[in-house]
């Protein structure tokens, strides 16, 4: 996972290559909306999204294949991970992979990769040129669809939690509405005291056995806290989106996914690099503040309502 999580990270020093049969890379290789064709060798690693790997070479770092599939002919060979997010893995005698291999199907989920603008894809390979490709308008579309894939993970952790606990959420959801103050200054003073919990523990004998159970269980409550919030946001919404579903799961999931929505929205408007850029770096700045409250709203009625169990 961490060698994947590197590889994302990596997409922001785009360039892209048609790696030739005599031809030898000695840098990392990044496409995106493309189908990559590598015959020859690469010697870092390779990142693929929204398009397919077609490798007949040898690539001697990681791989990661985002929206696409990995094709892997004959011969070929990957010295490091290959890890394919949203396509198949489709692989012929002879291949050689020295790393993990991981495959995550996304389901309907991989949909939403074909919203990446596609710079057409690089012909067969009998009718390829000679001379290099080179990717140039790829790199701004990467924010946005790692916070798509950020925001479509905390909501359906919000998704999931909500459907387990409704009559908790609710009850959270009540203190937030009721006493809103309260529970933001309860939030505030339990994001304070967290450090000093935590040196109080490092310096303690006993302390230090309890550090990584103190660590999980307010990461815990930081995810817990952010249902009651959404939900909060939702049943606003709901009161001018009379369509919507009433229901707690859904009014959460929506109250946390929007957040996310706005903010690809607002990501997408610097992407032409006009003067609309200046509104794409406030309105990051007014979704971040809100999500900040989510959590701070949210840990207070944790905290007030005790853990859900107490009502109002």
């Known amino acids: 996972m961490k060698k994947f999580l590197i590889l994302i990270i990596g997409v922001f020093l785009l360039n892209a290559f048609y790696v030739r049969k005599d031809e030898k890379i000695e840098e990392d290789i990044n496409v995106i909306g493309e189908t990559l064709i590598i015959e020859g060798e690469v010697k870092g690693d390779v990142a693929v999204i929204n398009g397919d790997l077609e490798l007949y070479g040898r690539i001697d770092g990681n791989v990661a294949v985002i929206g696409g599939n990995a094709n892997l002919y004959s011969g ?103 006493r809103m103050g309260m529970c933001f200054l309860t939030g505030f003073l339990v994001e304070i005291l967290f450090f000093p919990a935590l040196i109080f523990l490092i310096i303690s004998i006993i302390g230090i056995l309890l550090i990584p159970l103190f660590i999980i269980a307010f990461v815990l409550a930081l995810l817990i806290s952010l249902a009651p919030s959404s939900l909060f946001i939702g049943k606003l919404i709901k009161k001018n989106a009379h369509f919507l579903p009433s229901q707690t799961y859904f009014l959460s999931f929506t109250g946390c996914i929007i957040l996310f929505i706005i903010l690809i929205l607002g990501n997408l408007l610097k992407t032409g690099n006009t003067i609309l850029g200046v509104f794409s770096f406030v309105i990051t700045l007014i979704i971040l503040f809100i999500l900040y409250l989510y959590f701070t709203f949210g840990l207070g009625s944790i905290i007030l309502s005790r853990l859900g169990t107490r009502k109002l």
């Open 76 to 178: 070929s060979y990957i010295r490091g991970s290959l890890a394919v997010v949203g396509g198949k893995i489709n692989r012929e005698k002879d291949v050689e992979i020295e790393g993990e291999i991981s495959q995550i199907y996304l389901g309907p989920l991989n949909i939403f990769f074909k919203l990446i603008p596609h710079k057409g894809k690089v012909p067969a390979k009998t009718e390829i040129k000679e001379e290099k490709i080179k990717i140039k308008e790829g790199k701004k579309y990467i924010m946005p669809i790692l916070i798509f894939i950020w925001g479509t993970s905390l909501s359906l952790i919000i998704l999931l939690i909500s459907l387990i606990f409704p009559q908790g959420i609710e009850n959270m959801e009540m203190f937030i509405e009721k």
